[in-house]
């Protein structure tokens, strides 16, 4: 019973390759995000969608996609993968209420591209 | 833009000694705070926040945090630190108006000497 949860944990690979990364959510939030933690363990915003429309989307290379088939669910899809890429990359997710709201953060997955 | 800065970058304390991590934040207007932990090879957890009200807020695990407007400060508190403590320390803040992500600042790892 997970509040947010992330597949795969690990997960590595080629350079090239395609690789997807899944997100949930059993909270009944609105809002899903997706961060990135560097090696310096820096975390940045990425993306982030409401009720499945895109609201947020930093200066990330278009190799990445999210998609959010319904409110529960994040995926993120990334094309030709680049050793650059190799990061944890977290989910999250809040429910908004006005000027207040907490997000809660998924384990990560943590990506090595070779 | 908004910024947060953390100027310890990696603090070393023996168990039993008090724990303060400096918080700085550039913001004019009103925000939202948080720190949240990160333990070795784990996800990002909540420790406390503030929205509004009384600026000394407490958390989980024993810490507590006090937001000063005026030094656009939020500094983080333990008074007696465990060896379970050693993680990494992220401040957080987000606005109450634009756009609903938090921006992190770059995090301080604490290591608990026992």
């Known amino acids: 019973d997970t509040a947010v949860s992330q597949t795969p944990k690990y997960l590595v690979t080629q350079m090239g390759n395609d690789k997807s990364i899944k997100c949930e959510q059993n909270l009944g939030h609105d809002t899903m995000y997706w961060y990135k933690q560097d090696s310096k363990k820096f975390l940045k915003i990425m993306f982030s969608y409401n009720n499945k429309e895109l609201i947020i989307n930093e200066t990330v290379p278009n190799r990445f996609s999210p998609k959010s088939p319904d409110k529960a669910h994040l995926n993120l899809h990334i094309n030709s993968l680049e050793l650059g890429d190799s990061a944890v990359y977290f989910c999250?997710?809040?429910?908004?209420?006005?000027?207040?709201?907490?997000?809660?953060f998924g384990p990560g997955t943590r990506l090595l591209v070779l | 833009a908004q910024s947060v800065s953390q100027h310890n970058h990696h603090v070393i304390l023996s168990e039993a000694a008090s724990l303060e991590l400096g918080c700085n934040y550039s913001y004019g207007g009103t925000v939202n705070l948080f720190w949240y932990v990160q333990y070795p090879g784990q996800h990002l957890q909540l420790l406390l926040k503030y929205f509004s009200g009384d600026p000394l807020v407490k958390g989980i695990k024993g810490f507590e945090a006090e937001f000063i407007k005026s030094k656009f400060s939020f500094n983080l508190r333990k008074p007696s630190v465990q060896w379970s403590d050693t993680a990494e320390y992220f401040c957080a803040v987000i606005s109450d108006t634009g756009r609903r992500a938090l921006t992190f600042g770059s995090g301080t790892r604490l290591q608990v000497q026992p």
């Open positions: 999250a997710s809040s429910q908004p209420t006005g000027r207040q709201e907490t997000q809660y």
